[in-house]
């Protein structure tokens, strides 16, 4: 199983997905590649269902909605085109 991996910026690929969460005094940083989100919010669920894990599971739905409004806009977003005469 894939797990979300820790965020080095040299390895980033510009086809990851990349999302923060503040949640009280905890910072997460969640990175996958572009396809794996279901294996990696699948992964942040395990985590959160264990006693003693910070992250809750309502903090992995925040995550998988902002997850879900990326790509969205990726999927959205017009490409350009050259007007034509």
Excluded: F, Y
């Amino acid at each position: 199983m894939d797990h979300p991996r820790q965020e080095h910026s040299s390895e980033q690929d510009a086809s990851d997905l990349s999302v923060r969460l503040v949640s009280g005094r905890h910072r997460w940083r969640v990175t996958c590649a572009r396809g794996h989100e279901p294996a990696m919010l699948e992964c942040l669920v395990e985590h959160a269902l264990s006693e003693d894990s910070p992250i809750r599971l309502e903090d992995v739905a925040l995550i998988r909605a902002r997850l879900a409004g990326v790509l969205r806009i990726g999927v959205n977003k017009a490409p350009t085109t050259p007007d034509r005469a």
